[in-house]
Structure formats: structure tokens, C-alpha cells
């Protein structure tokens, strides 16, 4: 721990004047429902006895161990054959009767329990196979059973409206100045010897910026100095409360709008001379494929392209790599 403290330093961070704004389109999507008479006898399309189907929807779910020698891919690739165990059996999961599975069912559809009882009970799965299904594979109950249940109920209508507006890069404090505590060798400030008069121009919004990663501080450095990039700003460092430049996106885990603050954005000169935001998140390679992650992307691509920007996803390696250029 005191090494650590050592290596740390609270740094109070001022706004260069004039603030920077930048022009984003928020893209709002509206959702108008429109309630359906119910048929009865509608199947959900959930089939235990089409195995081809069910396996294919249920794959995922299952908990499956394989067993080999070694720990690596050249130990696999040795090994003379390895071992799968499917121990799905022993996940821990909720058993459900007739009585909760309309609870909650009625909760998540906010109709009353009679209400969802009555639907269940006219689906041509029926109510004790749905309560079968959903004791087999929980998560069928959320991501298949639920969903297919308002589709029989609902409508959506949906409309789309994109408003531009100018927001601030970084809002400018009551008290002067913001406080960060950061790694000494991840500070940089716009009066460092070694910036140069024309680097300090096109960068620092705030008078030092803070990185919390060598792959940022590298890629900084490296856009910094490349004669395409004419402004390059970095604006993973102060987000809650403290900048307007964020984007709203839907948590995979938690189903609610969050906001998302993104690591840079930089002005990239087009072959033609023209000019062009380029928002970029760095992100560890292990953490690519993850869901929220992901989730961001999708969201961040649209508001790139509606206000005439990119998105960039950049993986840490590359940024150690130095392979900035792919961003170019």
C-alpha cells in the first residue's frame, strides 16, 4: 500500500478556456404500444419434443466441463483426446409451480395475475409445460417465454427523432478545478517540456490529462503527434456530472439506460481535406467480446453516424503495439 501511495498523486485539474464543445445528434427512439385481442391456442414455439430445435435453443445454457492435458493450445493440440461432462443437473436454479410463475410473469408484464393465468393457460404449450420448461432452463422464462407472451399481447409501433446539439466536452467546476488521484507515469500536462508549441494547440481541454492505462497514454502520444489528427482530446478521465459527452445505451445485465463516457475523440483530416470526429474506446483484448461492451458499441455506432462520425473500438495490444494507424 505505500508503495502504491508513493506512485500516486492527487492532481487538481482546471479547464482550459474556451471550453470545447462538440456537436452530437441524440437518437430517440419511441416505442407506441398497441394492445392485441389474444387468440387462443397460439403456440410460443417452444417444443421439448423437436430435439434438433430444442438443443439448438437450450445450447447455450448448458454448463459443460471437458477435461485434457495441459494448459495450453499447443497442450491441446498434443493431447491425444479430451473429456466433455455436461453438468447442467448441477446449476442452482429456481423451482417454480403454477402459482409463481404467473407472479412473476404478471410482474414483468404488468397485467393482473388472473389475467396471466387465463393467457398461459390458452398458449397450446399450456401452463404445466411452460412451468416445465422454465423449472428445466430458467433463463427461458426471460429471454424466450416473457418476450413471446407480449408479442401475443402487443404491438410496437416504433418512430425514431434525431435533435443535434452542442455539448460540453467538460463542464467547468464551482470550486476551479477538479481533483483526480492518478499514477505518476500516466499524467500528462499541456506544459510538459517535451509538448510541442503546435501539439499543445490541437489537444488539452483541461490543463492535464490523467490516463488510466499505458495503452491510452501510448495512443494519446501517438495521435498527438500525427500530422492527420488536427484536435485530439481525451475524455475517459472526468464523466459523472462533469462532461456532456456521453452516450446512452441499454445494460445487457441490468435491462436499464445507462450513460457512457468514451476514452477519446480525435479530428481526423480526410484525403479530400475535409474533417471528421472519430470517437475511440480502448478497451483490454479480454474484454472485447463482452457483452456490455459490446452493448456500448452498438449504441455509440449509431450516434457516430447520425452526427457524420466513427466509432472505434481499439484493443489494448494494439495500442501497445503502436498500431494507432488503423484508426486513420
Known sequence: MQKTAKDKETVQIRVVEPPVKIKLVRVRKQYQMREKAVVPGQRLGLDRNDKEYWNSLVEKYRLIETQQDGLTAADAARASGSRTFDLTSRREKRVFSRLSLVAEVSRYLNRSPLEIEDLLDSTKEGTNELVAITNEFNELLYDEIIPRLFRQLYDLDE????????????????????????????????????????????????????????????????????????????????????????????????????????????????????????????KADNQIEDAVVQAKKEFAQQIAVASGMEYRLLKSSDADKRHFRMLL
Open 159 to 282: 418512430s425514431q427523432k434525431t435533435e443535434e446539439h452542442e455539448v460540453d466536452l467538460i463542464k467547468i467546476p464551482s470550486n476551479g478545478y477538479y481533483e483526480v488521484s492518478a499514477a505518476k507515469d500516466k499524467i500528462v500536462r499541456m506544459n510538459d517540456a517535451q509538448i510541442k508549441d503546435e501539439e499543445r494547440a490541437k489537444s488539452f481541454h483541461l490543463d492535464t490529462y490523467c490516463f488510466d492505462s499505458g495503452s491510452e497514454n501510448w495512443l494519446f502520444w501517438d495521435l498527438l503527434r500525427e500530422q492527420r489528427v488536427k484536435k485530439i482530446y481525451f475524455t475517459g478521465m472526468l464523466t459523472h456530472g462533469q462532461s456532456d459527452f456521453f452516450i446512452q445505451y441499454i445494460d445487457p445485465d441490468s435491462r436499464t439506460v445507462r450513460s457512457y463516457y468514451p476514452d477519446f475523440i480525435f479530428q481526423r483530416e480526410e484525403p479530400d481535406g475535409s474533417l471528421k470526429y472519430v470517437i475511440v474506446e480502448v
